[in-house]
């Protein structure tokens, strides 16, 4: 086992593409799919579901740490997790302690919020936490999130993600597309089986 402890400032967001196993076959996930973005001719599936990752170790080909997220109808939440290249892409992001820090102050800040159902059906998310800042910056106070705001809201909070990137909460692909410029593509490999309603 080798600990990250020379990487400890490096977060990633992990991010579940539409054809992804993991996903369970759902009107919401299809519809997820179809209101994406376009891909641009690089990718032919679009990215439906987003969390932000705080590696700590790898073993083989397995890579640990606390994820931070939030799926459909459930609370947000950081709890340990380990990834999986099978079924998730990964960009990694450098960042200063202090942004490693600041983000994750912010993720707790938000554990046991709800699910913004009001964002997430609005035509073109008019109704989301994406508005809900200050100066640019997310408010610490425990808000409702759906996947792609919580974790570009937590992104913005630490600098890491730039208030002109203004539509990248509003679906996990155009969160993956926004972070682009400030990431680069990563791996991990084990998963958790089970099908996410997302």
């Not at 705080?54 to 380990?82: A, L, N, Q, R, W």
């Amino acid at each position: 086992m080798r600990c990250m402890n020379g990487e400890k400032n490096k977060l990633m967001v992990c991010f579940l593409p539409s054809s992804s196993e993991l996903l369970e076959k759902s009107v919401l996930n299809t519809l997820a799919a179809k209101l994406a973005p376009s891909t641009g001719a690089n990718r032919s599936e679009p990215m439906v579901h987003a969390e932000l990752f705080f590696p700590k170790y790898e073993m083989g080909d397995v890579v640990g740490g606390d994820s931070c997220g939030i799926h459909y109808g459930g609370k947000v939440f950081v709890s340990p997790k380990t990834f999986s290249r099978k079924n998730w892409v990964f960009r990694s992001i450098s960042c200063t302690p202090e942004q490693y820090k600041s983000t994750m102050d912010f993720c707790q800040s938000q554990v046991g919020g709800g699910f913004n159902y009001l964002g997430y059906y609005a035509p073109c998310n008019l109704f989301n936490n994406g508005g809900n800042t200050q100066n640019g910056m997310a408010l610490d106070n425990m808000q409702s999130w759906y996947c792609s705001e919580l974790t570009a809201a937590a992104l913005r909070h630490s600098n890491i993600l730039s208030p002109s990137a203004s539509d990248a909460h509003k679906h996990p692909e155009s969160l993956y597309q926004a972070i682009m410029d400030v990431s680069y593509a990563d791996s991990a490999r084990k998963f958790t089986p089970g099908a996410l309603q997302l």
